[in-house]
């Protein structure tokens, strides 16, 4: 039974320290590099864009995920939770900007391609599961 007991325990330990190490999207949020790679990287795939669009879009993809980042920042350190609907109408306002963004280097055909097929399949998909919200199941009307 002590066995038992102390196998329970080490897997327990071995386990928590696993998922906290691994992070499991709690708390981590891509740096503005990464999310740019991703973005830049897909539109490139998608659509052979040359070096000059490629780089404006960079550019203006760091400064806007910069400014999101300190307005989310300056919400949050208020030192209570910003309601929703506000949280939702600053972030709408970056969403805006970064199809207006990628909207003036790409044709009206390819942006309809980008907005419709690429940029669904961009999101994250949340934790899912029963109970566990992550929201697969609805549809996001703010972007």
Not at 106 to 112: D, I, N, Q, V, W
Request: no cysteine; net charge positive; proline share 3%.
């Amino acid at each position: 039974m002590k066995k038992h007991l102390f196998l329970f325990a080490f897997l327990s330990f071995v386990s928590v320290h696993l998922v906290q190490a691994q992070g499991m999207g709690f708390g981590q949020r891509a740096t503005v590099e990464e999310r740019v790679k991703r973005i830049t990287s897909k539109l490139d795939s998608a659509f052979s864009l040359d070096a000059t669009r490629m780089s404006a879009v960079d550019t203006a993809l760091k400064v806007l995920f910069r400014l999101q980042d300190s307005k989310r920042q300056e919400m949050m350190s208020s030192g209570s939770m910003p309601d929703r609907e506000t949280m939702m109408a600053e972030m709408k306002k970056f969403s805006d900007a970064q199809d207006e963004i990628i909207g003036a280097v790409l044709s009206k055909e390819e942006f309809g391609i980008w907005k419709e097929k690429i940029q669904p399949s961009m999101r994250p998909r949340g934790m899912g599961g029963p109970g566990g919200g992550g929201g697969q199941g609805r549809e996001r009307n703010n972007q």
